[in-house]
Structure formats: structure tokens, C-alpha cells
């Protein structure tokens, strides 16, 4: 039901300012509006200021605006405040003011967005520790472990698991090079789908990061509900055996649909035990409980800094180099990464590339960051790494 709601307040609000592009358009040609208002049917309530009645009606699905002459069926008077009476390129104005709001929305929402930051797993900006792996797939086999950080994926440095999480999605079905360390040791791993079942291929290297076992939100009438579990309580074991990870969980869960299972849990510094019983899922035959792992979030803000410079080139007087600087930052740290650039039209100085860093204080620095990021390039074409990079190194490519 909150779904719907929330569904039909979105529809609301986007037909909202489709219209209200329209109004505006007409106002500004010096067409006659008669009503604008906001949702559809019985009038409610409203005022009427000039020509225009501004109301709110009864349906709550976005609203409407009527224009005198805009109906082709109803005689003209030839009057200028009238659509049909209007040019046709004014005509087309009004038209397309409407999806022209629509888009004008959009980008300032997204600038909105990227201004005041969006709330994100925390995990994803933290190094890509392995926390838990599916027994029986290839990564297993292979030797991966719990508690090994990934250092590089096909030879290309990831410094945090959202870096891991992009490369292994574009590897998908393909021989896999994964670089770990493990107690202070480097070692590579090669990994290929074909040597799993199909089942497991399906499932990917099906390795995740670390996910503690500690109850978020529950879902009212579940079992986990009934049972009397309440959102902090952590789980420490299930069936007797010790819990370390969420997914340690899930497993055993899925697997006892209609089972009765014993959960250790602490909550407030004491130990309880809670047994309950999975509900099956007709579609899949697995066994839910009704409940989602309490996740740490933070809110990024990203920053983009740009500048541009002139430099002496080997082959041509100046060389135009342009350096860009997309600064990820929840408001402690910056926890993103550098994009440098330099352009001209010669073949020596034509290179771009990546450069992850991490630990700079933003926003001050930024400028000078994106320069020392840009001025390798810009300089002698080559990838050196800046100094004010701190952290996880850089993979540096040809951009042509």
C-alpha cells in the first residue's frame, strides 16, 4: 500500500510540472489560461485571480490546465489570447514547454542530488575485503578465502569494493585474474567459470563482503516478527553452530523452509534463544523469515573540479591540456577518485587516464590535486603518479 501511494504521489507530481511548463509557456505568449489545477475531477477549493481559476480537485493524479481555443471542436473568436489564434511556432512552444519542464527537472534534481549526497552502502567505499564465500563454487575451489583483500582484478588496481564489484560484473562468464593478499603475502588467483556446475556459473564467483549478522528492518506478520526479534538484536548462532555472517544465516534458512531452527541472539549484553520456523515460498521452495541485515550507510557528495592550462609541446607550440577531478567525499574524507585528461592535437600528448587516491581533505586541495593529476600527462606524456595521491596506486591507459 505504501507503494501505491508513494506511486501515485511521484505521477502526481511529474504531470504537476509537465502542466505547470505548459502554464508558464501560455502566460508568457499571452494566452488565456481558465484553469489550472492541481489534480483531476470535483473542484475542491481554489482561488481566482485574473482569467484563471487556481484550484485543487478531488483525484490527486497530477492536474491539467485549459486554454482558451484549444479545443478545435468549440468556435474561434480570433481573439490573440487564444492557442488557436497563435502562431504556429508559438503554438509549438507551448507544446513542448511541458516535456521541456520535464527534462529541466530532472537535471536539477540530479544537480540536487549530487549537491546535499546520497545515502550509500558503506561497504562499497571500504577495501574489498572477502567476508564470505558460497561453499562448492569456483572461488572456493580455487583457494580464495574469508579475509582476503582483493588488490586487482585482470591486472586493474581496485581499491574498495565498489571498484571490485564494477570489474567483476564486466567480467562476467570470463577467465578472471584476481590478485589478493593474505598475512602480509601477494598471491594470484585464476578463476573460470567452466570449471563450476552451471548452477554455480549462474551464481557468479559468489564471493561478498563483510555483512555482520545483526538484524535490520522486519516485516510485520513474519515469522522473524512473531518470533519476537526486534531490529539491533545480533545473531550469534543458528542450530548451535556459531554465526560470523549474514549470509551464514540465509543458508540455513533458505534450506529449512517449514523447519523449526534455533537463533542465539544477544541483545543489551544478554544472550537469548528464539526458535522459529521459516515460511516456504511457493515459487522458489525456499524457506523466509521476514528480515534484512542492518547495513551501515553514508552519504556521498560528489564534487567535479575542472580546469584547463597551456603547456609547451614537443610538436606543437601549446599544448591545451584539460584535467577533471571527481571528488567522492562523506564530509570526513574524500573516498572517490581522480579523472585526469590532457588533449591537443599532436599523437605524443593525446593520453588520459585513472588515478584512484584517497585520504585528501575536500574541497580544499581539489584545484591543486586535479593539477598535480593532469600535469604527468600534460608535462611529458607519461603516467607518473602524482604526489598528492595517497593510497590504493592507479591504472593508467591511452585514450585515442
Known amino acids: 500500500m505504501t507503494t501505491f501511494f508513494a506511486f501515485l504521489l511521484v505521477l502526481g507530481f511529474l504531470v504537476f510540472v509537465h502542466e505547470f511548463g505548459h502554464f508558464i509557456a501560455a502566460k508568457l505568449i499571452g ?15 481554489g482561488f481566482k ?22 479545443n478545435p471542436t468549440e468556435p474561434v473568436a480570433g481573439s490573440p489570447e487564444e492557442f488557436a489564434s497563435r502562431s504556429v511556432l508559438e503554438r509549438l512552444v507551448i507544446i513542448l514547454a511541458g516535456p521541456f519542464m520535464n527534462l529541466l527537472w530532472a537535471v536539477l534534481f540530479f544537480m540536487f542530488i549530487f549537491m546535499v549526497g546520497v545515502d550509500q552502502p558503506a561497504f562499497l567505499k571500504h577495501e574489498a575485503r572477502i ?4 561453499p562448492g563454487t569456483v572461488a572456493e575451489k580455487v583457494g580464495l578465502r574469508p579475509g582476503d583483500v582483493i588488490l586487482r582484478i585482470n591486472a586493474e588496481d581496485v581499491p574498495n569494493w565498489e571498484a571490485a564489484l564494477a570489474r567483476l560484473n564486466a567480467t562476467l562468464n570470463q577467465p578472471i585474474d584476481i590478485t589478493i593478499q593474505r598475512n602480509g603475502q601477494t598471491l594470484s588467483f585464476a578463476l573460470n567459470l567452466s570449471m563450476d556446475s552451471v548452477k554455480a556459473a549462474e551464481q557468479g564467483l559468489a564471493i561478498y563482503p563483510p555483512l555482520q549478522p545483526v538484524v535490520g528492518d522486519l516485516r510485520k506478520g513474519w515469522p522473524a516478527e512473531k518470533a519476537g526479534l526486534q531490529k539491533g538484536d545480533r ?20 534450506n ?43 552519504k556521498v557528495v560528489t564534487t567535479v573540479t575542472r580546469l584547463s592550462k597551456e603547456k609547451p609541446c614537443v610538436q606543437r607550440p601549446h599544448c591545451l591540456f584539460d584535467a577533471e577531478l571527481r571528488l567522492e567525499s562523506d564530509h570526513r574524507r574524500a573516498i572517490g577518485q581522480g579523472h585526469w585528461r590532457a ?34 600527462a600534460a608535462d611529458s606524456g607519461a603516467g607518473r603518479r602524482p604526489r598528492g595521491a595517497v593510497g590504493g596506486g592507479g591504472h593508467l591507459a591511452s585514450a585515442h
Not at 484553469?35 to 473542484?43: K, Q, W
Not at 520456523?277 to 547495513?295: C, N
Open 31 to 45: 494566452v488565456r489560461v481558465h484553469v489550472f489545477s492541481i489534480g483531476f475531477g470535483t473542484r475542491l477549493f
Open 49 to 70: 485571480r485574473g482569467d484563471t481559476d487556481y484550484r485543487i480537485s478531488l483525484i490527486p493524479l497530477g492536474g491539467y490546465m485549459k486554454m482558451a481555443g484549444e
Open 131 to 134: 567476508g564470505w564465500i558460497e
Open 235 to 254: 545473531i550469534v548462532g543458528i542450530n548451535g553452530s556459531p554465526v560470523t555472517h549474514w549470509n551464514q544465516l540465509t543458508t540455513v534458512i533458505h
Open 256 to 298: 529449512s523452509p517449514g523447519q523449526q531452527i534455533t537463533l542465539d541472539i544477544e541483545r543489551n549484553g544478554q544472550r537469548m534463544r528464539i526458535t522459529i520456523t521459516p515460511r516456504k515460498d511457493e515459487a522458489d521452495g525456499k524457506g523466509y523469515i521476514g528480515m534484512t541485515p542492518l547495513q551501515e550507510t553514508i
Open 343 to 376: 588533449h591537443c592535437h599532436c599523437s605524443v600528448c593525446r593520453r588520459g587516464g585513472t588515478q584512484w587516491f584517497h585520504g585528501i581533505d575536500p574541497p580544499d586541495g581539489a584545484i591543486e590535486l586535479a593539477a598535480r593529476i593532469a600535469q604527468p
